[in-house]
């Protein structure tokens, strides 16, 4: 039986969080707006404000819920997770202040489930207490981020590794405690076979910044991305995470949650984005009457409503298929949440660009300037559109896992819907009965 409730219990613990967040949380981005400032934890804001609403978040039971409960979190499934996700991604802060923000989480997950005891010690305790940040390191400027392009390399010498090679885009290092690096080990095999990760603590000589980069009007030279270089960095090798060789499968592990975790967050940021649309149609007047009577107003936000809705359920399945794979552990069962994550993960963008694009319009030059969240929301669009891989990269991976089950036509020149060839085939197959309907006229 199809079921799309959820049952009363969790039900009960997402309005709470629905509460919070608006009450708690919101406030917050019209205070403290910065893209850097919920990662800096030597600030007053992070130790007067936050750490007080994590303490709450933690009574309930509902810090770092993608993590097992063994690690401190609540071993939610993605259908769940996603459920939580569409109620964080309203605001730029709730992700942090329940434990979930990236590129923490997926680092988390990663020391989780590929950490030694030591390096769990070191690094995964003190970023599940929420004391530390972390970054993650994979695009470079040459390549981008096509692993197949990547030239920064690590080379065994005795017991370190020696790093040289520039990274590009890694989130929040000026903050960070640590650098999570996916490196080249061994440049004569398939990057996905010749690809390690890294640990990196922050200060380790070799390891600098060559300048910082921000989103959109940021100032030149500023922001929380950082354009990295590695100069002869010397890393011991117990920071090795995992095995050689197995940087990208380890990769993999982590961005296939994330890239739901972002779409439905992109969905709380959407229907917050209709909300601020639906407010503005009511409020409205213009050429003598409210904008409610206009029909092209009307059908605007019915098409709003109709694409959220259908993006939502896509993610919501897709968190499904990831659910059940792994209760499974069936190997077409994974290859469908594959499937479905690309689809969710192309699909996130152009929902987002399109959803606060009409809330936008709708408002006019309010709409777009800086007295609204509406532009910030917006362009949160194309940088999803490539972060996690481009587009491009998940529209192809949809296409040829399709293709792996197509099957060519025995007629390749008229294709197996041919209707004379199919038409030709019916009669053969009910001669019998045309031809007794036939003699009956």
């Known amino acids: 039986m199809w079921d799309f409730s959820t049952d009363p219990e969790f039900q009960a613990r997402l309005d709470w969080v629905a509460g919070f967040v608006r009450e708690e949380i919101e406030p917050l981005d019209v205070l403290f707006s910065g893209t850097a400032e919920p990662y800096d934890r030597d600030g007053e804001v992070f130790r007067e404000v936050v750490r007080p609403l994590q303490a709450q978040v933690k009574e309930q039971g509902l810090w770092a819920a993608h993590l097992p409960p063994h690690l401190g979190g609540m071993g939610m499934g993605q259908v769940r997770l996603a459920l939580l996700n569409e109620i964080l991604g309203r605001s730029q802060w709730a992700p942090m202040v329940f434990g ?10 990663i020391l ?24 993650f390191a994979m695009t470079e400027p040459q390549g ?33 405690a640590f650098v999570i690096a ?40 500023e922001g929380a991305h950082a354009y990295l270089r590695f100069t002869d960095c010397r890393v011991p090798a117990e920071n090795l995470l995992g095995e050689p060789g197995t940087g990208f499968a380890i990769a993999q592990t982590r961005l296939g949650g994330g890239r739901l975790h972002h779409a439905m967050r992109s969905v709380g940021q959407c229907r917050r984005a209709m909300e601020m649309m639906t407010e503005r149609i009511a409020s409205r007047s213009t050429r003598g009457g409210p904008l409610s009577k206009q029909q092209a107003v009307r059908q605007s936000l019915a098409d709003t409503w109709i694409q959220i809705e259908q993006f939502r359920l896509q993610v919501l399945h897709a968190a499904w298929q990831v659910d059940r ?27 987002l660009v399109d ?8 408002h006019g030059s309010l709409g777009v300037s800086n007295e609204l969240p509406l532009i910030r929301m917006w362009q949160s669009g ?3 559109g490539v972060a996690d891989g481009p587009t491009e990269a998940h529209k192809d991976v949809v296409a040829r ?11 390749r020149l008229f294709g197996s819907e041919h209707i004379p060839t199919r038409q030709a085939a019916a009669r053969e197959k009910f001669a019998g009965r045309l031809k007794r309907l036939e003699e009956a006229r």
């Not at 080249?184 to 980069?213: E, L, N, W, Y």
């Open 112 to 135: 989780a489930h590929y950490g030694n005891e030591e390096q769990r010690r070191r690094f995964l305790e003190p970023l599940l207490d929420g004391r530390i940040v972390s970054t």
């Open 355 to 362: 959803v606060v694009y009409r809330a936008m319009h709708l």
């Open 144 to 176: 981008g981020a096509d692993p197949g392009g990547f030239t920064c390399r690590a080379v065994r010498d005795g017991d370190e590794w020696v790093i040289n090679g520039e990274k590009w885009f890694a989130s929040n290092y000026p903050h960070a």
């Open 382 to 384: 194309p940088v999803l």
């Open 325 to 351: 794979s792994r209760e499974t552990g069936d190997p077409a069962h994974a290859r469908l949440a594959r499937l479905h994550i690309s689809a969710v993960k192309a699909a996130t963008p152009k929902t």
């Open 182 to 221: 996916m490196i080249i080990t061994d440049p004569d095999v398939p990057v996905h076979q010749g690809s390690s990760m890294f640990i990196i603590p922050k200060g380790t000589p070799g390891m600098a910044q060559v300048r910082g980069t921000g989103l959109g009007e940021e100032p030149i030279g």
């Open 100 to 109: 979930t923000q990236a590129p923490d989480s997926g680092n988390a997950e």
């Open 401 to 411: 896992l399709l293709l792996q089950d197509a099957v060519p036509a025995e007629d």
